[in-house]
C-alpha cells in the first residue's frame, strides 16, 4: 500500500525547513518519526504535497535538565524519553507515558515533537505536557514564539502551530522538592490508543497541602483535555481519600468521550472518574518519596 | 511476471523520484526510486530480498522489522529515502559464512517458529533486545518482542528461544540451557 505521490525534502537546517514549510503555504508536512503520518498517508487520510523531513537537521535530539526547565528536542525518540534517567527521577508520568505509546519499535522511530503536534487526541504526551504545564517552542519565518500545551489543542488534528512553523523544543518546569507525577493508561491491548487516560503532576508544600496540581486527559474528547476544575480543585487539599473522589468526579465532568469499539460515552467517563482518582494517588506517594 | 509497484504510474502529474544510497546487509546499493516507496517494497521488490515480510501493512504486527543503523523499525512505515546514507540489516544478513547466527539456531533448537511469517522480525528484533540487555528476564522479553505479533506459537518456544541465545552468546562453550 503506497502513499500518494509527493515531493520530498530533506533540509539541513531549521531555518531551510521553515522556507521550504512558507513556500508550500499549508501543503506541506513536517516528517519527522512519520508513524502516524506515514500510515495516514497510505490510507489517503493525509495527502500533503510535499513532506519535509527534518531528520538530516542535527541538535533537534536531546534532553537537558536547566536551571529553571527540563527541555527535550523535538527529534527525540520516544524510547529515548522512556530511557532518560533524569525524566524517571522527577518527571515520571512521562516515563510511565513513554513505556505505553503504540509498542517498543514504534518508540524507536516516533519523536516526542511529532506526539505533542500531531493533533490526534489519542496521543499520549499531551496530556503529559498539560499536566506539566509545558510550552511548545515554534519558529516560524517571523521567528521563535512559545505556545503553553494547554493552550495548543483547538480540534482533531487541530492545533495553534501555524503552517509554516516547525515545533522544535518542549519546554518543562522544573519539579522542585515535594513533587510527584504519574500517567496511567487504560488499553485493550499493547499498541492501542487509549479507552482513557489520566496524567497528573501535583506537588505538596511544606505545610502538607497541595500547592500546585496539573491532571491531563487523554482521547476522551476531540483533543487532549486539561482538567482545570479538577486540579484547581486540589489546591491546598491535603489528598484525603475524599478530594481524591472529588476531583475525580470533576475530572470526569470535563470529559467529552465517542463512543467507539472501546467503549460507550457512560462507560468511558467512569475510567476518568476511577483512573484519575488511582493516579493522583500514585502521585501523592511519588510526591512523598514512593514509586 | 510480478508487477514493480514501484513503477506503477500515478495520475496526476509527475511521480517524484529521488537517487538514495543504502548499506544492506554490508552491500551499498544506489537506486532511484519514488518518494512513495517504503523501506518494506525497496527490499522486496527492488533489492529482492525477501525475507522480510509484509503482514498487516499498518505498522502493527512487526513482520517486516528490520534494523536501521542498529535499531529495529517497522520497514512498511518508513520511506526508502529516509534511509539514504544509513546501514540495514534484514534477516538475510544474520547468518554468515554459512554458519547461522546464534539467534537463528536459538530459534531451530527451542522451535521458535510454526509457520514462520513472522520469525524474520522476531529474530531482528530480538538481536536488538539482546545487543542492549544481554541477560534479560522473562517479562523483558515480553514486553521487547511487544511489537511483533505471532499467530502460531502463543509466544512460548519463542521466549525459549531468546533465553537460549542469551545463555549460549554469554557462555559459548555451554551452548545454552
Known sequence: ?291 | MAVDVAETPQAPGPITTRTIQVTVNGVTHKSTVQNRMLLVSYLRERLRLTGTHIGCDTAHCGACTVLVDGIPVKSCNLLAVQVDGRKVQTVEGLASGGKLHPIQEGFHEEHGLQCGYCTPGMMLVSVALLAQNPNPTEDEIRRGISGNLCRCTGYVNIVKAIQHTAAKMQNPAKGGP
Not at chain 1, 527535550?72 to 512521562?94: C, D
Request: charged content about 25%; aromatic content about 6%.
Open chain 1, 1 to 291: 500500500m503506497y502513499p500518494p505521490n509527493f515531493e520530498y525534502y530533506a533540509p539541513k537546517t531549521v531555518q531551510e525547513a521553515i522556507g521550504l514549510l512558507d513556500q508550500h503555504q499549508g501543503e506541506a508536512k513536517v516528517l519527522a518519526g512519520g508513524q502516524s503520518l506515514i500510515g495516514m498517508m497510505k490510507l489517503r487520510l493525509a495527502q500533503p504535497a510535499a513532506l519535509i523531513d527534518i531528520n538530516r537537521i542535527p541538535d533537534l535530539a536531546y534532553i537537558r535538565e536547566e536551571e529553571a526547565a527540563l527541555v527535550i528536542g523535538a527529534l527525540t525518540r520516544t524510547a529515548e524519553l522512556g530511557r532518560s534517567e533524569v525524566v524517571r527521577a522527577r518527571y515520571p508520568v512521562l516515563s510511565d507515558a513513554a513505556a505505553e505509546i503504540a509498542d517498543p519499535t514504534v518508540r524507536n522511530w516516533g519523536t516526542v515533537g511529532g506526539n505533542v503536534s500531531h493533533g490526534d487526541p489519542g496521543n499520549d504526551l499531551p496530556a503529559c505536557m498539560m499536566a506539566l504545564g509545558a510550552e511548545y517552542r515554534a519558529e516560524g519565518p517571523k521567528g521563535a514564539r512559545t505556545i503553553p500545551a494547554r493552550q495548543f489543542y483547538q480540534d482533531s488534528f487541530v492545533t495553534a502551530l501555524r503552517p509554516n512553523e516547525v515545533l522544535t523544543q518542549v519546554r518543562i518546569p522544573r519539579a522542585g522538592p515535594g513533587t510527584g507525577s504519574a500517567y496511567s493508561k487504560m488499553e485493550r491491548k499493547v499498541g492501542d490508543f487509549a479507552t482513557a487516560a489520566v496524567a497528573v503532576q501535583l506537588r505538596v508544600g511544606k505545610g502538607g497541602s497541595i500547592d500546585l496540581a496539573g491532571i491531563g486527559l487523554t482521547n476522551v474528547g476531540p483533543t487532549a483535555i486539561y482538567a482545570a476544575a479538577a486540579s484547581e480543585f486540589l489546591m491546598g487539599k491535603t489528598g484525603t481519600d475524599s478530594d481524591l473522589k472529588r476531583a475525580g468526579e470533576l475530572a470526569s465532568d470535563a470529559s467529552r468521550p465517542f463512543p467507539d469499539n472501546r467503549g460507550p460515552v457512560e462507560f468511558k467517563k467512569d475510567m476518568v472518574r476511577v483512573w484519575t482518582r488511582r493516579t493522583i494517588a500514585h502521585a501523592l506517594a511519588r510526591a512523598k518519596g514512593g514509586k
